[in-house]
């Protein structure tokens, strides 16, 4: 995860992160990540299928974002050799791991909204 060195500070020697809450907070960086995440975590979902649960997203955007989530382990890509091409995503073990903190954040989103 080069990607999320700080700028302009130098980490510890053999440490990109320097707690915890940043290397989660990196990890879901991006305004879509942390709801394809939760798309993801109900069921395995196509492209396509991903595109019209998130009303905004651009195809490059949503392929970014699904691209660097599976290079952090988050997210299962699965090519099947049809015509047309069927490509499928799902979340990984580690990717599973994750179900409960987007859990809690819906209750807490539903607790906090109530206010308004």
Excluded at 43 to 64: A, V
Excluded at 89 to 108: A, N, R
Aim: aromatic content about 8%; proline content about 7%; some cysteine.
């Amino acid at each position: 995860m080069a990607r999320y060195k700080f700028q302009g500070e130098t980490p510890p020697e053999g440490q990109e992160e320097v707690c915890p809450v940043t290397y989660t907070q990196n990890l879901t960086a991006g305004r879509w990540k942390i709801i394809i995440l939760w798309h993801l975590s109900k069921q395995t979902r196509r492209f396509n299928e991903l595109q019209r649960l998130l009303p905004g997203i651009s195809k490059g955007i949503l392929t970014r974002q699904l691209r660097e989530l599976e290079e952090d382990k988050m997210v299962h890509r699965e090519v099947y050799k049809e015509v047309p091409p069927k490509v499928e995503y799902s979340l990984t073990p580690e990717g599973k791991t994750f179900i409960p903190v987007l859990d809690i954040m819906g209750e807490w989103g539903k607790k906090h909204m109530q206010r308004k």
